[in-house]
């Protein structure tokens, strides 16, 4: 059996979380990485976790990874894998992570709405995957906000419906963090340990496979 813990939109607030023992870490953005000193505290808190082997998705609150590019963030995650539009297999089973989200504000990582660039973004995501690993929701699965708008991606849905993940991990909208839901086949998680308020509420995202 493999233990697979998620959490996401830890917003510099990781040291208090309380993680289980596992297999496989995932964080699937806003770790809150604005600064060099702030990735490689990022880097050493990775180092640091009980975990055989480690992913991370950037943010949109991650602006320095953005800022520095995929190469050099890799160079400089010595402790966990980084996926951006990237596949890894590990243990058997297929990841593939991308950190990308419908703009709103001037963060990091965004494209327009149901645009090119989200088509040209969406459609790597490979077939046959057993974890997708996104920071943004795909529209219409738990991805309403406080006001009750639905912010997910609709052209995300779009190929999670044609390309069947065995499983769709995610946060960045808070809300419904810690809750899941099946649908198509297909589970799908909202990770982020954070509510609204930006309090540690939301439960832990523990997978046993």
């Known amino acids: 059996m493999i233990t697979v813990v998620a959490i996401s939109d830890s917003h510099g607030l990781e040291s208090y979380l309380d993680l289980p023992k596992g297999d496989i870490l995932i964080h699937c953005g806003d770790f809150h990485i604005t600064s060099l000193a702030e990735l490689e505290y990022a880097n050493r808190w990775f180092g640091k976790q009980n975990f055989t082997h480690k992913i991370y998705v950037a943010g949109n609150h991650d602006t320095e990874i953005e800022k520095i590019g995929k190469d050099k963030t890799k160079s400089l995650f010595t402790n966990v894998i980084y996926l951006e539009s990237d596949l890894v297999e590990i243990e058997g089973l297929r990841f593939y992570g991308s950190p990308y989200t419908p703009y709103f504000n001037n963060w990091s990582f965004m494209y327009q709405r149901c ?4 088509k040209r973004i969406w459609e790597k995501i490979p077939y046959n995957l057993d974890f997708l690993i996104t920071h943004g929701a795909c529209y219409g699965i738990l991805d309403r906000n406080l006001s009750d ?24 909208l808070h809300r419904y963090g810690g809750q899941s839901i099946t649908q198509e086949n297909i589970d799908f998680y909202n990770c982020s340990v954070l509510d609204e308020k930006y309090k540690r509420t939301n439960k832990l995202t523990i997978i046993e496979i």
């Open 115 to 118: 645009s090119l660039e989200a």
């Open 149 to 172: 708008i639905r912010c997910g991606c609709e052209v995300l849905a779009r190929e999670i419906m044609k390309k069947k993940p065995k499983r769709h991990l995610f946060g960045h």
